[in-house]
């Protein structure tokens, strides 16, 4: 991911629209961007809308595999969380060979950067590394987000039969096994704190003490259930929110996945602490969860981004117009998010919640940049068209670290 060369935009986006760009790129990171300069041999003819890559801030997977396995018979997410449990048993090579057909597919559909939520712990580090290996392999950056996994529920229960496997015994041992995993190019490793119903509060503090003493990101699956919210209620005394405002989670380095049962105090906290905040639509909508208050989150402070989570559909392009399209149903009013503000969320917002300086085609930042194929061919790229009139079947070039991992 240390390319070195020229690429020639017909179209492309550089905070404004701008015709015949030049993007010069040194060292895996753009040197120069240039408007109006015509097209030249030595420069990587990029014929569409280039834009910055796409960034995919919350995946699991191994769940790719459900993808048509669970859509009969009926039931909610709990029920769907058991049949999910019969997909967690992998051995690396495996593993490392199916992750590499996911992020081909993630690739291939203009996203750059991937954050892994990764928690099959069985195999020690085994099936991380084997997340990264693919990743490398493929091309596509990675932040390995290691979640720590403890217990069955807020009031203490321990784990389910299926749910052994996730935990490493106890937050200090998990730290020790973070030790051993290693940053490389295209690499960063981040921390999770799985969900307040499967960390204690001691141990949450462990997981966010190492991650901010490594500079590392940190995220947490943040009441997405109902039943989570009641029983935080009920243990603590607390929402989910206040319990890590309790805690001293919190901050700008932390990223809320889902966040979807929130109280009015709940907003005001993550917004005034400046959390990211991670929809994901296409899977919430396939586990009939609710649409959570994204709007409201965005007013009082928070950055959104977007994941694919689940891998039911692996588009970020979908998935931010998801954002929109939801809070439209919720709220009965429409364009409640411009479509720059969409777009932001799913590049930089993205990719700064994942830990890298991408997102943006400007000097400085890592040269990460996709091409969109123009249709019909008189339109002029602008944000709009590009959420309401592209998908991640329209890339046609993806380059990473100035290297082509995409070429149609």
């Given at each position: 991911?240390?390319?070195?060369?020229?690429?020639?935009?017909?179209?492309?986006?550089?905070?404004?629209?701008?015709?015949?760009?030049?993007?010069?790129?040194?060292?895996?990171?753009?040197?120069?961007?240039?408007?109006?300069?015509?097209?030249?041999?030595?420069?990587?003819?990029?014929?569409?809308?280039?834009?910055?890559?796409?960034?995919?801030?919350?995946?699991?997977?191994f769940q790719r595999l459900l993808r048509g396995e669970?859509?009969?018979?009926?039931?909610?997410?709990?029920?769907?969380?058991?049949?999910?449990?019969?997909?967690?048993?992998?051995?690396?090579?495996?593993?490392?060979?199916?992750?590499?057909?996911?992020?081909?597919?993630?690739?291939?559909?203009?996203?750059?950067?991937?954050?892994?939520?990764?928690?099959?712990?069985?195999?020690?580090?085994?099936?991380?590394?084997?997340?990264?290996?693919?990743?490398?392999?493929?091309?596509?950056?990675?932040?390995?987000?290691?979640?720590?996994?403890?217990?069955?529920?807020?009031?203490?229960?321990?784990?389910?039969?299926?749910?052994?496997?996730?935990?490493?015994?106890?937050?200090?041992?998990?730290?020790?096994?973070?030790?051993?995993?290693?940053?490389?190019?295209?690499?960063?490793?981040?921390?999770?704190?799985?969900?307040?119903?499967?960390?204690?509060?001691?141990?949450?503090?462990?997981?966010?003490?190492?991650?901010?003493?490594?500079?590392?990101?940190?995220?947490?699956?943040?009441?997405?259930?109902?039943?989570?919210?009641?029983?935080?209620?009920?243990?603590?005394?607390?929402?989910?929110?206040?319990?890590?405002?309790?805690?001293?989670?919190?901050?700008?380095?932390?990223?809320?996945?889902?966040?979807?049962?929130?109280?009015?105090?709940?907003?005001?906290?993550?917004?005034?602490?400046?959390?990211?905040?991670?929809?994901?639509?296409?899977?919430?909508?396939?586990?009939?969860?609710?649409?959570?208050?994204?709007?409201?989150?965005?007013?009082?402070?928070?950055?959104?981004?977007?994941?694919?989570?689940?891998?039911?559909?692996?588009?970020?392009?979908?998935?931010?117009?998801?954002?929109?399209?939801?809070?439209?149903?919720?709220?009965?009013?429409?364009?409640?998010?411009?479509?720059?503000?969409?777009?932001?969320?799913?590049?930089?917002?993205?990719?700064?919640?994942?830990?890298?300086?991408?997102?943006?085609?400007?000097?400085?930042?890592?040269?990460?940049?996709?091409?969109?194929?123009?249709?019909?061919?008189?339109?002029?790229?602008?944000?709009?068209?590009?959420?309401?009139?592209?998908?991640?079947?329209?890339?046609?070039?993806?380059?990473?670290?100035?290297?082509?991992?995409?070429?149609?």
């Amino acid at each position: 991911m240390n390319g070195t060369g020229r690429w020639h935009a017909e179209q492309a986006w550089v905070g404004h629209a701008a015709e015949n760009v030049l993007i010069e790129v040194e060292g895996g990171r753009i040197k120069r961007v240039t408007e109006g300069v015509p097209a030249s041999q030595d420069a990587v003819a990029l014929k569409g809308w280039t834009i910055p890559g796409l960034a995919n801030v919350h995946s699991h997977a191994f769940q790719r595999l459900l993808r048509g396995e669970v859509e009969s018979g009926a039931g909610d997410f709990w029920e769907w969380r058991n049949r999910m449990y019969r997909f967690t048993e992998w051995d690396a090579a495996d593993y490392f060979n199916h992750a590499r057909l996911v992020f081909r597919e993630m690739l291939e559909a203009g996203i750059t950067a991937v954050g892994e939520f990764h928690y099959l712990h069985a195999r020690g580090n085994e099936l991380g590394v084997a997340l990264i290996d693919a990743a490398r392999e493929e091309g596509i950056r990675i932040t390995l987000i290691d979640a720590c996994y403890l217990r069955g529920g807020l009031d203490g229960r321990p784990l389910e039969a299926e749910q052994i496997s996730f935990s490493d015994g106890d937050a200090d041992s998990w730290a020790r096994r973070m030790d051993e995993l290693n940053e490389a190019d295209g690499v960063r490793i981040g921390a999770a704190i799985h969900s307040v119903r499967a960390v204690d509060p001691e141990s949450m503090r462990i997981v966010a003490t190492w991650a901010r003493e490594h500079k590392a990101p940190l995220h947490i699956h943040l009441a997405e259930q109902p039943a989570e919210v009641e029983e935080c209620l009920r243990v603590e005394g607390c929402t989910p929110a206040e319990l890590l405002e309790r805690e001293g989670i919190l901050g700008p380095d932390l990223t809320a996945v889902h966040a979807i049962h929130l109280t009015p105090h709940d907003i005001s906290l993550l917004g005034d602490n400046e959390v990211s905040v991670c929809a994901c639509t296409t899977t919430e909508r396939d586990l009939g969860d609710r649409v959570g208050p994204m709007t409201a989150l965005a007013d009082a402070g928070c950055a959104l981004t977007v994941g694919s989570d689940s891998n039911a559909v692996i588009d970020m392009i979908e998935e931010v117009r998801g954002l929109e399209l939801d809070q439209r149903r919720a709220t009965g009013r429409r364009v409640l998010h411009e479509p720059e503000e969409l777009f932001i969320a799913a590049t930089f917002n993205g990719m700064r919640a994942l830990g890298w300086d991408a997102g943006e085609l400007r000097a400085g930042m890592l040269a990460d940049f996709i091409t969109l194929d123009r249709s019909p061919q008189w339109r002029k790229l602008t944000p709009a068209y590009l959420i309401y009139g592209f998908s991640g079947n329209d890339v046609i070039n993806v380059v990473v670290g100035g290297e082509t991992v995409v070429g149609k």
